[in-house]
């Protein structure tokens, strides 16, 4: 997966208010916090139905999610096409939701069939950033990296915005899969 432009240059921040859209505050006390750009791919998401109606299809997204992480549950999957404003203009192109735009969901067809529709556990929110308002899709739980987290069950762990990933319950402890495999390998 590919960043968006501002990818290359850090830009200091305290809130998100201090970052461009299509990115977000990464705040690391006691370091100094900067802007992260939100993570997409050039891997173009847009179909034709029949009757020429173009949308945007997160099966293409959710395809190249299982290519990249094949033991990957599709529940807590967060690839999806977003669309992407650019000086250049509009396009759809695979990304992780985490702080991209509330993308509609369509059938086959090109019918709309949801607005503002972010993946299981992620709310569709408003956001201010330097250059403006966006609605973008935030986990409704976050994990506070680093720290153990105890569960009963997936649903009581949140979402790494380091690893961009969900933590997933492993005998009381919420872990990243690769975690849990190496918990696993240490136990052999």
Same mark, same amino acid.
């Given at each position: 997966?590919l960043?968006?432009?501002y990818?290359?240059s850090?830009? *200091? /921040?305290?809130?998100d208010? &201090?970052c461009?859209k299509?990115g977000?505050c990464?705040?690391?006390p !006691?370091l100094v916090?900067h #802007?992260i750009?939100t993570?997409l791919?050039?891997?173009k998401c847009?179909s034709?139905?029949p009757?020429?109606v173009?949308?945007?299809?997160?099966t293409?997204?959710l395809?190249?999610?299982?290519?990249?992480?094949?033991?990957?549950?599709?529940l807590?999957?967060?690839?999806?096409c977003?669309l992407?404003?650019?000086?250049?203009?509009r396009?759809?192109t695979?990304?992780?939701?985490?702080?991209n *735009? /509330?993308?509609?969901t369509? &059938?086959?067809?090109g019918?709309?069939l949801?607005?503002?529709?972010? !993946?299981n556990?992620?709310? #569709?929110d408003?956001?201010?950033?330097k250059?403006?308002y966006?609605r973008v899709?935030?986990?409704?739980?976050?994990?506070?990296?680093?720290?153990?987290?105890?569960?009963?069950n997936n649903?009581?762990?949140?979402?790494?915005?380091?690893?961009l990933?969900?933590?997933?319950?492993?005998?009381g402890?919420c872990?990243?899969?690769l975690?849990?495999?190496?918990r696993?390998h240490?136990e052999?």
């Amino acid at each position: 997966l590919l960043r968006t432009s501002y990818s290359e240059s850090k830009i *200091p /921040c305290k809130t998100d208010l &201090d970052c461009p859209k299509y990115g977000y505050c990464h705040v690391l006390p !006691p370091l100094v916090s900067h #802007c992260i750009p939100t993570v997409l791919s050039n891997l173009k998401c847009v179909s034709v139905a029949p009757n020429g109606v173009i949308f945007a299809n997160h099966t293409i997204c959710l395809e190249l999610g299982k290519t990249l992480k094949p033991d990957s549950n599709e529940l807590y999957s967060t690839e999806r096409c977003i669309l992407v404003e650019t000086p250049r203009g509009r396009n759809y192109t695979c990304g992780l939701s985490y702080y991209n *735009p /509330c993308p509609d969901t369509f &059938d086959n067809s090109g019918t709309l069939l949801k607005t503002e529709d972010c !993946p299981n556990h992620f709310n #569709c929110d408003e956001v201010q950033f330097k250059d403006g308002y966006l609605r973008v899709c935030r986990p409704d739980l976050m994990e506070l990296d680093g720290l153990d987290v105890n569960c009963k069950n997936n649903f009581d762990c949140g979402y790494s915005n380091i690893y961009l990933a969900w933590r997933t319950c492993d005998r009381g402890k919420c872990v990243l899969d690769l975690e849990k495999k190496f918990r696993r390998h240490k136990e052999l």
